[in-house]
């Protein structure tokens, strides 16, 4: 079946523009997970999503950072007035939500600000 | 902050011989997960392990847990040159957010030919 998918592969954006990144899961899956990948931070956790529970939003870094889920299903986070240190690679994941449950990652969406 | 440190941070070896890489964490974990990074793209699972097992097998691939050193090695056995990737483990904690993964800072692995 299909995997999890990102879109776009690729933005490059200028400081301070607004940008919205995308993630299908795979079908099925109610646990969707942001992460993301810079040099100087590794993989880092930003939000978590549970079926229709409240968000954990413990990860984000600060509140240009917001994230929704659509009827369960695709989400889309975004980031707001974007400043260079946002540069990064943007990977989701989802998994079937229960305890000890793989996560499936998407190829993941690469951030440029300039 | 990270919870795993993983070593050696990079690793060059020759195909056909066999790659062991480390990591260890800071505190207690519910599973502790293996990855395959290629091209700074999308993660690849590759092996889970469950704080109550000591050793798991998947193909090539031989993974260990020692919770009494909060450590992990992962062995790459008859290594190829499609192994070259990084890799990441990562750890689940007792009531963190589901499942969240709290990932190392990874082992850079090349096989050359």
Redesign the interface.
């Known amino acids: 079946g299909a995997g999890v998918s990102q879109s776009p592969s690729n933005k490059v954006t200028e400081k301070g523009k607004d940008v919205e990144l995308r993630c299908d899961p795979i079908s099925g899956h109610t646990a969707l997970y942001w992460y993301r990948q810079s040099l100087g931070q590794g993989l880092e956790f930003l939000i978590y999503f549970q079926g229709n529970s409240a968000p954990d939003k413990s990860g984000l870094p600060s509140d240009r950072f917001s994230a929704e889920r659509t009827g369960g299903s695709v989400s889309t986070l975004t980031i707001q007035r974007t400043q260079q240190e946002d540069s990064a690679v943007y990977l989701c994941a989802s998994s079937l939500g229960r305890v000890m449950e793989t996560q499936y990652f998407g190829p993941g969406t690469r951030l440029l600000v300039l | 902050s990270?919870q795993g440190e993983e070593d050696p941070q990079a690793l060059s070896i020759q195909e056909g011989e066999n790659a062991t890489m480390n990591c260890s964490y800071k505190t207690s974990i519910?599973?502790l997960?293996w990855?395959r990074q290629n091209s700074?793209?999308?993660?690849?699972?590759l092996i889970?392990i469950?704080s109550n097992e000591r050793e798991k097998h998947s193909g090539r691939l031989r993974v260990t847990l020692d919770t009494s050193k909060k450590s992990s090695s992962l062995l790459i056995t008859a290594s190829r040159a499609a192994d070259t990737a990084s890799y990441?483990c990562?750890t689940?904690i007792p009531k963190a957010?589901?499942?969240?993964?709290?990932?190392?800072?990874?082992t850079r692995v090349l096989v050359k030919p």
């Open positions: 990270q519910n599973n997960q990855y700074g793209r999308g993660l690849v699972h889970l469950r990441f990562a689940v957010a589901g499942n969240k993964l709290t990932f190392g800072g990874g």
